[in-house]
């Protein structure tokens, strides 16, 4: 499966974007997928996921409250809505996918074998 992420781009503090990931040459209807950025000179960090078999959503501390992850199985599309940016949101961000998770694994970005190029998303003040 290889991942495409689209929708990033240069907002004011406040703004909103979405964010979208699609595979191409295959379905991720039941895998788990992980959105994950990483900002100039930072690791990457996990931001967001949807669990495949528990159909249940996780969100790092920092964005909950203002991100959504969803999936859209007929469309076979996930996304990011990011409500409320902030300049500290700026980075590439990164879907991934993966079928064997297990829930102590979804923040961690080494667990994930599929990923998509990235997005850049800057937040400006």
């Keep these: 499966v290889q ?4 929708g990033g781009g240069l907002v004011q503090a ?3 974007l979405r964010l979208s990931c699609a595979p191409s040459g295959g379905t991720f209807r039941t895998y788990t997928i992980g959105w994950f950025r990483q900002a100039p000179g930072k690791e990457r960090e996990f931001v967001a996921a949807f669990r495949g078999s528990a159909q249940t959503t996780h969100y790092a501390d920092s964005v909950k409250g203002r991100f959504t992850i969803s999936r859209d ?3 076979s599309t996930a996304y990011l809505q990011m ?3 902030k300049p500290e949101d700026t980075a590439v961000y990164y879907c ?3 079928n064997r998770l297990i829930l ?3 923040r961690i970005p080494d667990q994930y074998h599929y990923w998509g190029q990235g997005t850049l998303v800057t937040v400006s003040s």
Excluded: M
């Design 73 to 75: 199985n007929a469309k």
């Design 3 to 6: 991942l495409q992420a689209f």
């Design 104 to 106: 102590s694994s979804l």
């Design 14 to 16: 406040g703004a909103f």
């Design 96 to 98: 991934a996918a993966d």
């Design 83 to 85: 409500n409320n940016l």
